[in-house]
């Protein structure tokens, strides 16, 4: 580089003028919006171009007045749109929604705008080279339709022929593959009709796309929403062929997707088609090669098993839950949804998740493309998996077990299900049961179910089946000199049913004879992994313990067999806690009157060594409650619950979040008993976990309405009083709530409430510490404004102690004084009138109180605030949380 020296520019005439950014600035000032947007689209400057497509919507915004200009800056965006740098594009597409919505609120008179310059771009964007862009233009798209931009005539005619060009098998892989994806996510938005006649032909066939697995696992994960748009007949005569094609699919992430979304797909059929045929496909899932494949079907197990659930069995049904406490959103992860059970009751569906839950299954594949998990990528995941599943899962043999071609049943013109079904949040499931006639897949070994609540010898005739089952359960006991004895009568019974099918009656009843002997012995041997156990002896009462109607009895041996220690060795280290999760829904499935084949399941999960399962059930407890009613609450739910009141605080969190709900359904006699056991809440493990005290405050108020009079002052009382010098303001405040409505408790009992008010005086009002004689203020202010205590009442007892907080040498408490008298007292037409002899200690107050040195003082004594009221008291006032 050559190096200029001082007598370089020795001459006046050589000197250099650059000019500055403010000229820059000057001369774009005197050109119009539609002049600089011209000026900078032409630019060579990348970055320049980028700034006026991130700047569009302020140019629309500027010429909004005029329509002409309007027209003007959305014509110059088809030159942006023809940029061949895909950073202009990919920003255009950004700001596409923003536009729309501009141009939708601001200019109805041009309503073509949208339909003639933006939404071509957008189509156009989907199938760009650039992968940013078509990210960016599915992105834009989805906000599009959500938002209800595009008119339905302009998605039927310009959108979906695109997207469905877009999956055609000439297609690029990758566009392939996210136009499917974008095509699954519109299904929901753009209803039946259209799903039906512009995507469902092309969904289906690509479930059968030879060459891309990806494609195929996009349709699998989003097979189960689009069974909910088109509905059961399209369901049962379409898509369920090719959902048996993609469960057996030789690529283990499809299935595993197929078993993430079961429960969905069964929702959308008949219950014929449910029992007879999905519950055999799910047997191919839940002994499935791939581990990961086997994980999930477990993890749906019950969800599937919600799905038989039956309004006129059980008398209940589901319908939405109003909380949005949980709604589904529209992201890559499903949360849980809630439903309500009608009948005698009502509740919240899982909402005691606590984040603690299972991640829920998700049908919507990320716009940035599906992966298959499978190779490395599977051992990334689970470092214990078995190195044969890693490399053998992506190739593997197509599932034997079920048949494609299997003929689906007539659909039935009346599916009750759709009008009662709503999803339910996730849960665990697992399927064994086959049409009676088709043949019983083999499990692998370490698959074999446990023997509890399994055993089948109650029957009068066993047949192959039953027989094979038996075998099964019984294996892991065959250490057990009884338990091979029946092994071995079972299994020459098999071998003589395979000799001659037609076997004599006589000799299998001689068999059963023996086997319901064998089981009279294991009872004695076995009783704790055994159903058996809380049964008499008569085939009759064992058969009542062991088996019910209402789901398929091998699906119920598969959940049952969850809490086995063999099932976390072998499937998911976390099962219980997904058995634990999915256990109301199974419950509220089988109904009260089969409580007795969950209940061992449900004593082994409570008394689980991992704290995740127990806090599971604390939080799920009231629920339960709720289902099995208050005879088995009482005799089952109420020693568990006192178990869990002892317990770590994640899990004394469950009982107490919702410790109303559950104390409510008991005898009044056993709900008194744990009077004395809520001081106990106030001990914690952690001293600094201010949420679980100030939960036991909120907790505490809807108890009042459990309890009597007597019976708040006695024992809620002094709670609440520890509670208001809580060292956290959010819990003080919400105990100060807790104080007045025990002020209305009490109310009715001069004598009661005469002795409350006076300790509250004693205790807070002449408390030595400036925060006491603030909540006493505050507390009268919450009395007076909710109706706590009658005006005459309040006078006799608070009002004189309130009034002497005027000489109060801290302001913060005098401030509350005012704002109390302004907002609450003299509100009220008792005090205003004259014959009132309250009336004069008010006013007299209400002036020292405007004489005060301190300002704020003054103003809100002086002045009526409207935009302060008690709420903003709280955290304008109140000290800081420590």
């Known amino acids: 580089m050559q190096d200029f020296g001082v007598d370089d520019y020795s001459s006046e005439s050589d000197v250099i003028i650059i000019p500055s950014a403010l000229d820059f600035v000057s001369q774009d000032e005197m050109l119009t919006p539609l002049g600089r947007l011209d000026k900078y689209v032409a630019s060579e400057n990348i970055f320049n171009r980028q700034m006026v497509a991130r700047s569009l919507l302020d140019t629309l915004k500027a010429v909004s007045e005029d329509e002409r200009d309007c027209i003007g800056v959305l014509e110059r965006v088809g030159r942006l749109a023809d940029d061949s740098e895909p950073s202009v594009r990919a920003e255009l597409m950004e700001q596409v929604p923003h536009i729309a919505i501009f141009c939708q609120e601001n200019r109805p008179s041009i309503p073509f705008a949208f339909s003639k310059y933006l939404l071509p771009i957008v189509v156009r964007y989907l199938a760009d080279q650039n992968n940013q862009v078509r990210k960016t233009s599915q992105a834009a798209l989805l906000v599009l339709l959500e938002q209800e931009l595009i008119e339905r005539g302009d998605i039927e005619t310009l ?53 891309m697995f990806h494609v195929r696992k996009v349709c699998a994960a989003n097979f189960g929403d689009i069974c909910s748009v088109v509905g059961g007949e399209a369901t049962e005569e379409l898509l369920l062929p090719r959902f048996f094609q993609l469960c057996s699919d030789n690529v283990w992430g499809v299935r595993k997707a197929c078993a993430e979304c079961f429960m969905t797909v069964s929702s959308s059929t008949s219950q014929e088609v449910r029992r007879t045929k999905l519950s055999s496909l799910f047997i191919s899932l839940i002994s499935d090669p791939s581990r990961w494949v086997r994980q999930a079907a477990f993890q749906s197990l019950g969800q599937f098993i919600s799905t038989f659930a039956s309004p006129n069995s059980v008398g ?45 299954y998700c049908t919507a594949l990320a716009l940035d493309g599906p992966e298959c998990l499978c190779g490395k990528e599977a051992s990334s995941l689970a470092p214990n998996s078995d190195p044969s599943e890693k490399e053998g899962d992506y190739t593997s043999t197509e599932s034997p077990y079920v048949s494609p071609q299997d003929n689906i049943p007539e659909q039935e013109l009346y599916n009750s299900f759709h009008f009662w079904r709503l999803p339910i949040a996730e849960m665990d499931l697992d399927m064994e049961l086959l049409q009676q006639g088709e043949m019983v897949p083999e499990e692998p070994p370490c698959y074999v179910s446990s023997s509890q609540g399994k055993a089948k010898a109650s029957a009068p005739v066993l047949d192959r089946k039953q027989l094979e089952e038996l075998i099964e359960n019984l294996e892991p ?99 219980a806690k997904h058995c634990a999760y999915s256990l109301p829904g199974v419950a ?130 002094p709670l609440a009083f ?39 005086v004693e205790k807070f009002c002449h408390s030595p510490k400036w925060s006491g004689r603030q909540a006493f203020a505050f507390i009268c202010q919450l009395a007076i ?98």
Request: charged residues 25%.
């Open 785 to 882: 404004e909710d109706d706590c205590v009658s005006l005459e009442q309040f006078s006799e007892h608070l009002l004189a102690p309130l009034l002497q907080l005027a000489s109060d040498p801290v302001a913060n408490v005098r401030v509350l004084l005012a704002k109390t008298i302004r907002q609450s007292l003299l509100e009220r037409e008792y005090f205003l009138h004259s014959a009132n002899s309250h009336q004069e200690a008010l006013e007299q107050t209400l002036v020292a109180l405007q004489m005060d040195l301190d300002k704020d003082v003054k103003y809100f004594a002086s002045v009526h605030p409207g935009s302060t009221r008690l709420s903003e008291d709280a955290m304008s006032t109140t000290s800081s949380t420590y």
């Open 722 to 760: 520890s509670l208001c010098l809580d060292r956290v303001s959010s819990v003080r405040w919400t105990s100060y709530k807790l104080v007045s409505e025990i002020i209305r408790k009490v109310a009715s009992c001069q004598a009661l409430l005469a002795d409350f008010l006076s300790e509250l």
């Open 477 to 575: 006991h065959i250490d057990d000199p009884d338990v091979k004895a029946q092994v071995d009568v079972l299994t020459a019974a098999l071998r003589a049913t395979t000799m001659d099918s037609n076997l004599e009656d006589a000799f299998l009843e001689e068999m059963n004879c023996r086997v319901v002997m064998r089981n009279s012995t294991l009872q004695m041997h076995h009783g704790d992994d055994s159903e058996l156990s809380d049964s008499s002896f008569s085939p009759e009462d064992e058969k009542k313990s062991k088996h019910q109607d209402v789901i398929p009895q091998a699906l119920l041996d598969q959940y049952l067999s969850m809490t086995d220690p063999s099932r976390a060795q072998t499937v998911d280290m976390e099962i």
């Open 316 to 360: 209940q049904y589901f319908r939405e839950g109003e909380e949005g406490e949980c709604n589904c959103v529209r992201s890559q992860n499903r949360c849980s949804h809630f439903g309500h059970l009608k009948g005698n009751i009502d509740f919240e569906w899982f909402s005691f998740s606590e984040g603690n839950t299972p991640s829920l």
């Open 159 to 211: 959108v979906c022929p695109v997207l469905v060009d877009l999956t055609a098998p000439d297609s690029n892989d990758d566009v392939k593959t996210e136009a499917m994806a974008i095509i699954c996510k519109m299904a929901p938005m753009v209803g039946k009709d259209i799903t039906e006649r512009l995507f469902l032909p092309r969904f289906c066939e690509m479930c059968c796309d030879c060459r």
């Open 588 to 717: 509220m499935t089988l109904g009260r009157q089969n409580w007795h084949c969950l209940r061992d399941t449900y004593e082994t999960l409570a008394s689980d060594m991992q704290w995740k399962v127990r806090r599971t059930l604390a939080f799920s407890i009231h629920e339960l409650a709720l289902i099995l009613g208050d005879q088995l609450t009482a005799a089952d739910l109420v020693p568990v619950f006192n178990g869990f009141l002892k317990d770590l605080d994640e899990v004394r969190v469950g009982v107490l979040k919702h410790l109303y709900h559950f104390l409510k359904l008991l005898h009044q006699d056993t709900r008194r008993k744990y009077l004395y056991q809520l001081q106990e809440f106030l001990v914690t493990d952690n001293s600094r976990n201010w949420r679980f005290r100030s939960e036991l405050a909120e907790q505490l108020v809807l108890l009042l309405e459990l309890y009597s009079g007597q019976d708040v002052y006695d024992y809620l009382r």
